[in-house]
């Protein structure tokens, strides 16, 4: 496989996950709608002010390895 192309599967495998983290996964806590951060490291529930993380690409969906958003960060968007 060349370069090129195993560049182009990996944004297009990138692209795909991002649309299925976003449809698929919902909060763990409330099942609310989740939010991919603009890094793309953390899927935020607003409702609850919980970042989970995202690590190798794999969501970890558990309420204890969750972060707690910042007063700020709970303001920025909704
Ligand atoms: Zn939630």
Partial sequence: MNVLSSCRLKR???QTM???LLS???CPV???ELKLNEARTELVCYQDAMAFPIRE???V???VEA????TDERLEKH
Avoid: N, V, Y
């Avoid at 972060?67 to 910042?70: A, D, E, K, Q, V």
């Fill in 61 to 63: 969906m558990i309420a």
């Fill in 57 to 59: 690409g794999i969501p």
């Fill in 24 to 26: 698929m996964l919902a």
């Fill in 67 to 70: 972060r707690t958003l910042s």
């Fill in 30 to 32: 409330c099942k609310g």
């Fill in 18 to 20: 991002d649309k299925k």
């Fill in 12 to 14: 297009l495998r990138e």
